[in-house]
């Protein structure tokens, strides 16, 4: 009996770091700025369009795919923005960004 109750207890384990491993998630801050396809109105607009722009997105990371995505405002994401260089507000023009949830 006790083998039994060591087995059950080894599979119900198991079956819980399976379910976590495939629950793993990752939040992803982009710059959407317009690069002349347009995926950063897809993105940014929510259309649907977007949901396959972020999948890709996410595949290109070893995710399997997105689970969300929605445009961010800059004051959401203090310090994860540059100041100068890339990406910088430069003559009143910022780059805007967009959160994109990727999961496994």
Do not use: W
Request: net charge neutral.
């Amino acid at each position: 009996m006790t083998r039994f109750l060591m087995a059950a207890g080894a599979a119900a384990v198991l079956m819980c770091a399976a379910n976590t491993a495939h629950a793993e998630k990752r939040l992803f801050i982009v710059a959407s700025d317009g690069d002349g396809y347009g995926v950063d109105r897809c993105l940014s607009s929510g259309a649907a369009c977007g949901q396959s722009v972020a999948n890709a997105y996410c595949k290109s990371r070893d995710f399997a795919r997105a689970q969300s995505f929605h445009p961010v405002d800059r004051d959401d994401i203090t310090g994860a923005i540059p100041t100068s260089g890339q990406g910088a507000c430069k003559h009143g023009s910022c780059d805007n960004y967009v959160a994109i949830e990727c999961s496994r």
